[in-house]
């Protein structure tokens, strides 16, 4: 009986991805403007501080004014893609703005997630994510600091650091 429970068990986990017949991605990812590739003139490298629940805009503006302008990538470890509208609408200047959730370790090393940061002009860091990713991201191994996301930066980038 034991070995019935078992293998329904299994059964009734796996047949979601039987039906759908793929497998979970390993990230989540969202685009608002430009899906090609900005080339801005110019970027600058900044530092952005900011926290708590007030969105400070002339913060924002000048944060789009260091990426000159161009694609501005939001890493995640949490949430979904709060910042799409807000940056594109009530900011705005931004070329396009991206949005990756990491759902798991392997999109660290994804060629397209690498591709997207490596062509980043700005790149944010929402306070959710810091937060997951100091306290081992509610066990998401892609959120833990032992689990960088590595590859070529092609040029100069805007970082972000949000915190509290």
């Not at 986990?13 to 685009?31: K, M, N, Q």
């Not at 594109?88 to 703005?97: L, Q, R, Y």
Request: net charge positive.
């Amino acid at each position: 009986m034991k070995d019935v429970i078992r293998y329904l068990r299994v059964l009734l986990f796996a047949l979601p991805l039987l039906v759908s017949g793929a497998e979970p991605a390993s990230y989540e990812y969202w685009i608002t403007g430009n899906s090609a590739d900005a080339q801005p003139a110019r970027t600058r490298a900044g530092l952005f501080l900011t926290g708590g629940v007030v969105d400070v805009l002339p913060a924002w503006k000048w944060f789009v004014s260091c990426a000159g302008g161009g694609d501005v990538v939001v890493l995640r470890a949490s949430g979904g893609d709060g910042y799409q509208g807000f940056v594109s609408e009530k900011i705005g200047g931004a070329d396009s703005v991206e949005t990756i959730r990491f759902n798991d370790a392997s999109a660290a090393r994804d060629p397209r997630v690498l591709e997207i940061i490596a062509h980043a002009d700005g790149i944010f860091l929402p306070v959710g994510t810091r937060k997951s990713t100091c306290h081992g991201g509610k066990g998401r191994p892609s959120a833990r600091p032992s689990t960088p996301i590595s590859g070529p930066v092609s040029r100069s980038v805007a970082p972000v650091w949000v915190s509290r």
